[in-house]
Nanobody, 122 residues
Framework: QVQLVEAGGGLVQAGGSLRLSCAASGSIVSINSMGWYRQAPGKQRELVAGITSGNSTNYADTVKGRFTISRDNAKNTVYLQMNSLKSEDTAVYYC????????????????WGQGTQVTVSS
């Protein structure tokens, strides 16, 4: 059993900042990449930022220079620092991890968090 638990969402004014966190727990053997996706009402889920086990990062063009992804491997936790927030950043943000478990130690599986709402008021 694996759980990804997000925290840090909320309501913020445009130009403000929020920091999201996502902690993975359970029968985890190894975590490869972790990332953040978001889904706004009426839109498809999209990748916001990703980070590999070697700390290589990638970002959606819409958030480059404003968002920073990082991870703490000892805590199985990934973070998303969001600065200069805009109304178009309003969405449900989902944590994602690709990992192996004790039940399937040689099979990489994709796991999702339950989502956390970020609302940016203009």
């Amino acid at each position: 059993q694996v759980q990804l638990v997000e925290a840090g969402g909320g309501l913020v004014q445009a130009g403000g900042s929020l920091r999201l966190s996502c902690a993975a727990s359970g029968s985890i053997v190894s975590i490869n990449s972790m990332g953040w996706y978001r889904q706004a009402p009426g839109k498809q889920r999209e990748l916001v930022a990703g980070i590999t086990s070697g700390n290589s990062t990638n970002y959606a063009d819409t958030v480059k220079g404003r968002f920073t992804i990082s991870r703490d491997n000892a805590k199985n936790t990934v973070y998303l620092q969001m600065n200069s927030l805009k109304s178009e950043d309003t969405a449900v943000y989902y944590c994602n991890a690709i990992l192996t478990t004790r039940n399937l130690p040689t099979t990489w599986g994709r796991y999702w968090g339950q989502g956390t709402q970020v609302t940016v008021s203009s």
